[in-house]
């Protein structure tokens, strides 16, 4: 899909238009001095739409939940309350009521923006053009901008308990006398500094690694499509190679949803239980 509208004058600019946001420039044509400010909105819009229809599901679910039977959303809300809370008592190891809650918003939130990639990735775009907006891309979590949003929130935190708990001098004490005592500090402090540093890197590039690869493949196969993968080639729509291809864009597309469905969910799993592993060390006081 070009500027004019028309569609991708070939796979590799299909390819390229699906992978780039709709940031400050590209909705406001022009070029921005300062690049800080030029905001990934379509990231920022469809990450706040998703956040909304968390909290308003489960706010729903615990307005109407009964005492005796409940129904089937509530049924489910609490299944999935009573698997995060599992988890939480299980790794860990401190007393804060931060943490559940907050487990419970990262598994949520980060699985309603990984099932976006189960959209069919011409959907939401072609419905954007047809109210104007060139680019945009549907799931959130394939935007470094959010996945680091998120770790960074996550390594802030632990760095606030680790001081909470431990105090000023016993957290300056882990950094700069683990693991190999005072005669070994600027190493210890070294090697403390990438550890630390080392665990919202993983968390961000993990996610992000995933889900791009992910969206990545959708597009791949959504390239047998006729309006990008024949049209543009030039044959005939109501050719055998076309069907041919349409049916195997179907196939292989069901296929790797399907499959899918596993990624995205363990990945939401991970950043959780990874949270909740960082969060019970800075609880830890040695």
Known sequence: MEDTHEGPASATDYIVHHLTNLDTEHALHTELANPFWNLHWDSIFYSVILGIIFVGSFFAAARKATAGLPGGWQNFVELIVEFVDTQ???SFHGSSKLIAPLALTIFCWIFLMNFMD????????????MVGIEYMKVVPTT????????????????????????????????????PFGKWMIPFNFLLKLVEEFAKPVSLALRLFGNLYAGELIFILIALFTLSAGVNSLGE???S?????????????GLAWAIFHILII????????MLTIVYLSMAHEEH
């Open 265 to 272: 969910t363990l990945q939401a799993f991970i950043f959780m």
């Open 240 to 252: 055998v190679g076309t069907i041919t291809a349409f049916i195997i864009q179907v196939i292989l």
């Open 88 to 90: 939480v008592k299980d």
């Open 118 to 129: 189960l959209v069919p990735v011409d959907l939401l775009p072609a419905l954007g053009l």
């Open 143 to 178: 935007d470094l901008n959010i996945t680091f949003g998120m770790s960074i929130t996550v390594f802030l935190l632990m760095i606030f308990y680790s001081i909470k708990i431990k105090g000023a001098s016993g957290f300056a004490k882990e950094l700069l006398l683990h």
């Open 236 to 238: 005939n729509l109501s």
